[in-house]
C-alpha cells in the first residue's frame, strides 16, 4: 500500500466520521457500520503483508548486494517509518473508529434502556410508597376524628334526632382571616338579635377544655393552620345550636372551611338559608391580624401561620364561595373600608333579608 493510497483512505475515514456514516442511530445501528469494519480489517492485513514481504526483499538484497547506497537505506528506514505511523496499538484507525461505533450503538440498544427502566421502577416504587403514607395518614385522622367526636360532651343521639334544626335559619359568615367576620357578627348578635357561633372559638374553647383529651391535636391544626376534621367541628355546631332552643336566627361564622364540611353539614344538621362573604385584599388582611395580634394573645395570630391559614383558604374555603354564588345564596360585602361603612351594608343587607323571610312566612299563612 503506497503513501498515497494511506491518505486517501484517511481522507475518506474522516469525511465518513463528518456524514455520520459511521455513527451510531439512537436506539440502533447504523447498518454499513458493519462492513466497514470488515473493510478496515481486511486493509489493515493488506498493510501488514505487504510490510513482512517489504522486509524479506530488503533482507535478500543486503546478502546479494552487500554494499548498498546510504542515501537508499535512508529512504528504506524512512518508508518503513511512515508505513507504522498510521496504526494505533498496531490497529489501523479506521478499524479502531468503526469498533468504537459499534460498541457505542450496542451500549444505545441494550445498556442504556436497561439502566432508564430501573430508575423508572425505582421511581415508581417511590411514589407508591408515598401514596401508601398518605393514604394511612388520611385513615388515621378520620378515625382519630370519630373517637374525638365521641368524647365531645355532647346530647345523647336520640335528642339530635328530635331536634328540629330545620326550623333554624343559619347563616354562614365567610371571608379570608381578618376580614371583619367576628366584628360584623358581634354586631349583629347586638342589633338584630342573632346568636353568633364562631366555628374557630368553639375549636379553641374544647382545645382548653379541662378533661379534653384531643385538645393537643385541636391545637395543633390551629397553630399549623389546617383545617380540624369536619366531624369534630360539626359535632360542637350541633351542641351550641341545640344550647339556645328558643333561637331562630344563628350567624356561624368562619365555617365551612371546604366542601367537604358544606356537603356534611347539609346532611347532618340543615342547609344555609344565606352566605355572608367579606371580601378584602391579602394586603390588608395581613396588617390587620399582625396589628391583633398584639393583644389578641391567639396562637394563630403570627407571621408564619397567618400564611398558612392564607393558603388553606385560598385553595380550600374559596371553592366553596363559588358553590353558594351558583346557588344564589351569597352576599358579598366589600370589608377593605371603614368599620362602621362595612357594618352599615351589612346590617342593611340583613334587615332586608329579615323583612323578606317574614313576608314569606305570612304568604304561607
Not at 172 to 185: D, H, I, Q
Not at 186 to 195: E, I, K, S, T, Y
Given at each position: 500500500m503506497t503513501m498515497t493510497m494511506m491518505h486517501q483512505m484517511l481522507a475518506r475515514t474522516r469525511v465518513l466520521a463528518r456524514t455520520g456514516v459511521l455513527g451510531g442511530w439512537r436506539g440502533g445501528v447504523q447498518p454499513r457500520a458493519l462492513p466497514l469494519l470488515l473493510l478496515a480489517l481486511q486493509q489493515q492485513s493488506r498493510a501488514r503483508a505487504y510490510s513482512a514481504s517489504s522486509n524479506d526483499n530488503s533482507s535478500s538484497s543486503s546478502s546479494s548486494k552487500p554494499k548498498l547506497d546510504q542515501s537508499a537505506m535512508g529512504q528504506s528506514e524512512h518508508g518503513k517509518k511512515n508505513q507504522g505511523r498510521w496504526f494505533i496499538f498496531g490497529i489501523h484507525p479506521f478499524a479502531l473508529f468503526a469498533a468504537l461505533t459499534l460498541l457505542y450503538s450496542g451500549y444505545n440498544m441494550a445498556i442504556k434502556p436497561t439502566l432508564q427502566d430501573i430508575d423508572l421502577v425505582r421511581h415508581t416504587e417511590d411514589q407508591v410508597k408515598r401514596m401508601r403514607t398518605v393514604e394511612q395518614a388520611a385513615q388515621t385522622a378520620q378515625t382519630q376524628a370519630a373517637q374525638t367526636a365521641q368524647d365531645l360532651p355532647s346530647f345523647t343521639d336520640a335528642e339530635v334526632a328530635r331536634f328540629p334544626f330545620g326550623e333554624?335559619?343559619?347563616?354562614?359568615?365567610?371571608?379570608?382571616?381578618?376580614?371583619?367576620?367576628?366584628?360584623?357578627?358581634?354586631?349583629?348578635?347586638?342589633?338584630?338579635?342573632?346568636?353568633?357561633?364562631?366555628?374557630?372559638?368553639?375549636?379553641?374553647?374544647?382545645?382548653?377544655?379541662?378533661?379534653?383529651?384531643?385538645?393537643?391535636?385541636?391545637?395543633?391544626?390551629?397553630?399549623?393552620g389546617l383545617i380540624v376534621p369536619h366531624t369534630v367541628t360539626i359535632r360542637l355546631l350541633q351542641n351550641a345550636i341545640m344550647d339556645h332552643p328558643d333561637k331562630q336566627l344563628f350567624l356561624v361564622d368562619g365555617f365551612p372551611r371546604n366542601i367537604e364540611q358544606a356537603r356534611e353539614f347539609e346532611k347532618s344538621v340543615c342547609e344555609p338559608r344565606l352566605v355572608l362573604f367579606f371580601d378584602c385584599p391579602e394586603d390588608v388582611l395581613v396588617a390587620r391580624l399582625m396589628e391583633r395580634g398584639k393583644t389578641s394573645g391567639r396562637a394563630d395570630d403570627n407571621k408564619e401561620s397567618i400564611k398558612k391559614r392564607f393558603l388553606t383558604y385560598l385553595f380550600a374555603t374559596s371553592p366553596v364561595i363559588l358553590d353558594y354564588a351558583k346557588k344564589g345564596k351569597l352576599i358579598r360585602i366589600g370589608s377593605n373600608r371603614p368599620v362602621d361603612e362595612v357594618y352599615g351594608e351589612t346590617r342593611q343587607r340583613m334587615v332586608e333579608y329579615m323583612r323578606e323571610r317574614e313576608a314569606e312566612k305570612e304568604e304561607k299563612e
Open positions: 333554624k335559619e343559619i347563616i354562614f359568615v365567610l371571608g379570608a382571616p381578618g376580614s371583619g367576620k367576628g366584628t360584623n357578627s358581634a354586631r349583629l348578635v347586638d342589633d338584630l338579635g342573632f346568636v353568633h357561633l364562631s366555628a374557630g372559638d368553639l375549636l379553641r374553647a374544647e382545645q382548653m377544655r379541662e378533661g379534653s383529651q384531643y385538645g393537643r391535636k385541636i391545637a395543633h391544626y390551629i397553630r399549623e
